[in-house]
């Protein structure tokens, strides 16, 4: 399965942390879209869907949620709980994420700009699409 936990580099000092990202270098793209995702309550489940070509890096800056990931013959649950690391999903991978803490943010960098063709939004197409079935 094409995915991959990135710790990010965290400077910091007396004052504080501080983590910063750029595209092309911490960041394995060229970021074209960044999202965010609040007030989510606890057991809702998002994402639903996969990508056809788009890239992500997804982080939790405040709190925590697990991302369900699924190739279509492997399904896995990742806890994102630390601000400083980031999942990478590379597309063909159908994602749900869950499990919200209270006050999570989760922060998504895209590598391509919105685009609805590129989305998979039902999960027997996603297996037929994926896996020729």
Request: glycine share 6%.
């Amino acid at each position: 399965m094409e995915y991959e936990l990135i710790d990010f580099k965290i400077r910091g000092d007396e004052r504080g942390s501080l983590v910063a990202l750029e595209g092309n270098g911490d960041i394995p793209f060229e970021i074209k879209r960044v999202y965010y995702i609040f007030n989510t309550a606890q057991n809702v489940v998002r994402g639903c869907h996969s990508h056809r070509k788009l890239e992500q890096i997804i982080f939790c800056p405040h709190g925590s949620c697990d991302f369900i990931l699924d190739d279509g013959k492997e399904r896995i649950t990742i806890r994102l709980d630390k601000p400083y690391q980031g999942l990478h999903i590379k597309n063909s991978i159908w994602r749900e994420f869950t499990n919200f803490s209270d006050g999570c943010v989760v922060m998504v960098l895209a590598s391509e700009h919105y685009d609805e063709a590129d989305y998979i939004r039902d999960y027997q197409t996603f297996k037929k699409e994926v896996h020729h079935d």
